[in-house]
Nanobody, 113 residues
């Protein structure tokens, strides 16, 4: 099993930036594939971005060109750099490890003036 902790949420004005971190610990026998999800109030949780063990990345259309997912394998950390934030990006952001299916506890991102 693995444990995940999200760090870096907060309140930011529209057009601003935030960087989220997902720190992975536990049974790390490989470079873990990690996905970032988000869930806004009264909406379903949606996949935002992912990075595979070989470094392949994918993004939902609504964040392409604004969000960047990356990893630092030495720190067992996956980052989500979020630029040009919009009010509709407001949500609780979660990271998930694909092999074990483990989730973090989530971190709130609020984009508001």
């Amino acid at each position: 099993q693995v444990q995940l902790v999200e760090i870096g949420g907060g309140l930011v004005q529209p057009g601003g930036s935030l960087r989220l971190s997902c720190v992975v610990s536990g049974s790390i026998f490989r470079i873990n594939a990690i996905d970032w999800y988000r869930q806004a109030p009264e909406k379903q949780r949606e996949l935002v971005a992912g990075i595979s063990s070989d470094g392949t990345t994918n993004y939902v259309d609504s964040v392409k060109g604004r969000f960047t997912i990356s990893r630092d394998s030495a720190k067992n950390t996956v980052y989500l750099q979020m630029n040009s934030l919009k009010p509709e990006d407001t949500a609780v952001y979660y990271c998930r490890e694909r092999h074990y299916g483990s989730w973090g506890q989530g971190t709130q991102v609020t984009v508001s003036s």
